[in-house]
């Protein structure tokens, strides 16, 4: 037992220890945290096109469509964001339907057809596990 005069008053600490198993964990993150949503995102894409295939999601007529599905990934600072998406006008109509008339005048009734919205919760909880194995220190 150490005496009453000693400085660290019987305290004894492995704060350096801990602290530099934060930091090699926190210098691991980032680069597993970009890895798992680079993966999900191009997963995410995929499935979207394979939704995009027929019924019950929209029907392949040339291919365009379904081409032009793409996903980013974009690192700033600590932050990871993947972007899944279409410059096609047609996406919101197929996906959700469309009732009504255009800036034509055109009068559609059209159903919809999920594509997306399923593709994102076949994908989802997949993409949640992952990132939970990267908080907790497993692969990325």
Do not use: C
Request: no cysteine.
């Amino acid at each position: 037992m150490p005496s009453r005069s000693d400085p660290r008053g019987g305290a004894y600490s492995n704060a350096v220890q801990v602290a530099a198993v934060l930091q090699g964990r926190a210098e691991r993150v980032l680069p597993a945290t970009v890895s798992v949503v680079r993966h999900y995102a191009m997963l995410l894409e995929t499935q979207i096109k394979a939704n995009a295939s027929g019924r019950p999601g929209p029907n392949v007529i040339t291919g365009d469509y379904r081409r032009s599905w793409t996903h980013e990934v974009f690192v700033t600072g600590d932050s990871v964001t993947g972007v899944v998406g279409t410059n096609k006008p047609q996406a919101r109509r197929l996906e959700f339907g469309y009732i009504g008339p255009d800036s034509l005048g055109r009068i559609f009734a059209q159903p919809p057809f999920p594509h997306v919205g399923p593709a994102v919760e076949t994908i989802r909880p997949l993409f949640t596990a992952a990132l939970g194995q990267v908080a907790d220190g497993g692969p990325g």
